[in-house]
T-cell receptor
Framework: GIQVEQSPPDLILQEGANSTLRCNFS?????LQWFHQNPWGQLINLFY???GTKQNGRLSATTVATERYSLLYISSSQTTDSGVYFC??????????FGTGTRLTIIP | NAGVTQTPKFQVLKTGQSMTLQCAQD?????MSWYRQDPGMGLRLIHY???????DQGEVPNGYNVSRSTTEDFPLRLLSAAPSQTSVYFC?????????FGQGTRLTVV
């Protein structure tokens, strides 16, 4: 099956800093999504981005499908950005395979 | 628009008991799925359904049953609870592009 690796596993930043989270995947995919799991456990869909670049406010994501990686950028971090960020991929069906996540902690 | 609704939010079971986790969506999505999340791990697929009457196994199906009699509902049944099934369970539905998750059920088996 497809392997999904995320880095770094943990990231601690001061409020206002920028961050880059990486997702590597082992095979071609036709769907890649980024999720934020907030401290209360809720999973929020941030982006559907199988290729190219998208932006939503302070967040943006880029997927380079030919090189099998995706990046999530968070600018001007706020404490509400804390939580775990997951990428998830699939190929040929809707069964998502999740990475193990990046735990982001924003310090005021 | 409620999205994906899971009940209950918390549950404690004794080993050997059975129970059903409920999941309902109001987005008319064909695809629904159940995941479990264990500490330090991502989400692992238990069972999924591509439409009413059609279900299939995911990565970790043992000890769980599902059925899909309507588009809206996709319950997950624990047949005989074991401590290894202590986890947080998430139901999701998908349009084929984006997946939307319920709030999760935190299950403890003692």
């Amino acid at each position: 099956g497809i392997q999904v690796e995320q880095s770094p596993p943990d990231l601690i930043l001061q409020e206002g800093a920028n961050s880059t989270l990486r997702c590597n995947f082992s095979d071609s995919v036709n769907n890649l999504q980024w999720f934020h799991q907030n401290p209360w456990g809720q999973l929020i869909n941030l982006f559907y981005i199988p290729s190219g670049t998208k932006q939503n406010g302070r967040l943006s994501a880029t997927t380079v499908a030919t090189e099998r990686y995706s990046l999530l950028y968070i600018s001007s971090s706020q404490t509400t950005d804390s939580g775990v960020y997951f990428c998830a991929v699939n190929f040929g069906n809707e069964k998502l395979t999740f990475g193990t996540g990046t735990r982001l902690t924003i310090i005021p | 628009n409620a999205g994906v609704t899971q009940t209950p939010k918390f549950q404690v079971l004794k080993t050997g008991q059975s129970m059903t986790l409920q999941c309902a969506q109001d987005m008319n999505h064909e695809y629904m799925s159940w995941y479990r999340q264990d500490p330090g791990m991502g989400l692992r697929l238990i069972h999924y359904s591509v439409g009413a009457g059609i279900t299939d196994q995911g990565e970790v199906p043992n000890g769980y049953n599902v059925s899909r009699s309507t588009t809206e509902d996709f319950p997950l049944r624990l047949l005989s609870a074991a401590p290894s099934q202590t986890s947080v369970y998430f139901c999701a539905s998908s349009s084929g592009i984006k997946a939307f998750f319920g709030q999760g059920t935190r299950l403890t088996v003692v």
